[in-house]
């Protein structure tokens, strides 16, 4: 039986779901970027997040008073993650595994 390539949006869905508790920063696509605990994550890669605090606030007044929120996986453009939730070998794996998947399904 062939395994059938993992895509690459469940990889990152996997690695995020190991994040849950953790502080991360979520810059999006407008340059807001929205510090807080990440509560939850769903398949496509939108996360709801806790506590949170602009990282910028002079630039955004208008959010300051948020304290939760849910984004958009579409609208964001990078994640800051703690670099001690890192589990670097294990990335460089699942990513080389990925890649292999691919080339084989070529």
């Known amino acids: ?3 059938r390539p993992v895509p690459v949006s469940m990889l990152f869905y996997s690695f995020f779901k ?3 508790g953790q502080e991360v920063v979520v810059e999006l ?3 807001l970027a929205i510090r807080g605990t ?5 398949q496509y890669l939108n996360v709801k997040l806790l506590n949170v605090s602009i990282v ?6 208008h959010m300051q008073s948020v304290k939760h929120c849910f ?4 609208v964001i453009r990078y994640v800051q993650l ?6 670097v070998e294990l990335l460089q794996d699942a990513t ?5 998947q691919q080339r084989a399904a070529k």
């Open 96 to 100: 080389r595994k990925e890649a292999a």
């Open 1 to 3: 039986a062939l395994s």
């Open 56 to 61: 910028e606030p002079d630039k955004f007044p």
């Open 82 to 87: 703690p670099k001690a939730s890192i589990d």
């Open 71 to 74: 984004v958009r996986g579409s």
């Open 18 to 20: 190991t994040l849950i």
């Open 38 to 42: 990440l509560h939850s994550v769903d």
């Open 29 to 31: 696509k407008n340059d």
